[in-house]
């Protein structure tokens, strides 16, 4: 059964810094991986999607990295910013193409 | 486009009441998926639809049914609350198909409460 941990829960960083999350998967035949975005009573927004043949995607400040062999992925980002305060999720599929399953989460907040 | 679209955005039911959750997206995709997001649990596949005219349990599915009423819609039924479904209920779509890349689009969510 595929199960995803995220760590650390919760960070908080003062501005401007870079910093990373990081996101592992038990069950390392999967189809892609997903980073989500969550602001407080809201829903999920998609950041970027990893396929399991890519090694890493950028959009913007953001830059996901895969490491399928080890089970791990990491989320950069860049020149943090206030706006991007928010909980970070990270999804993979149960197995192959299919629904996902999340991990709990990384609670984010930079501070001004 | 909209996206996924759910309704009602806030709902409080008494135990034992029934209800109908509504899902529809505009993307044309195939998929559909209704998860419940719950503190210290994360999010969870409630249930889920491959394509038009199948529909399949996830993790968390008792108490609920689904229905695929078309490729557009996808509705999430409660028969008799419990105050155990207190939760946010999000729906979601994908390009699910071989080869696809089966990224997940969500809708804004329902906070339903129990009481």
């Known amino acids: 059964k595929q199960e995803v941990t995220q760590i650390p829960a919760a960070l908080s960083v003062p501005e401007g810094e870079n910093l990373v999350l990081n996101c592992s998967f038990t069950d390392s035949a999967i189809y892609n991986l997903q980073w989500f975005r969550q602001d407080p009573g809201k829903g999920l927004t998609s950041l970027l999607l990893i396929q399991s043949s890519q090694r890493e995607q950028t959009s913007g400040r953001l830059n996901a990295s895969l490491d399928k062999s080890s089970g791990r992925s990491t989320l950069y980002i860049a020149a943090s910013q206030p706006g991007d305060s928010a909980t970070y999720l990270c999804?993979?599929?149960?197995?192959?193409?299919?629904?996902?399953?999340f991990g709990k989460g990384t609670r984010l907040s930079v501070i001004a | 486009n909209a996206g996924v679209t759910q309704t009602p955005k806030f709902q409080v039911l008494k135990t034992g009441q029934s209800m109908t959750l509504q899902c529809a997206q505009d993307m044309n995709h195939n998929s559909m998926y209704w998860y419940r997001q719950d503190p210290g649990m994360g999010l969870r596949l409630i249930y889920y639809s491959a394509s038009e005219g199948t529909t399949d349990k996830g993790e968390v599915p008792n108490g609920y049914n689904v229905s695929r009423l078309n490729k557009r819609e996808f509705s999430l039924r409660l028969e008799s609350a419990a105050p155990s479904q207190t939760s946010v209920y999000f729906c979601a779509s994908s390009d699910f198909v071989a080869g696809g890349r089966g990224e997940q689009f969500f809708g804004p969510g329902t906070r339903l409460t129990v009481l």
């Open positions: 999804a993979v599929p149960y197995s192959g193409n299919t629904p996902l399953v």
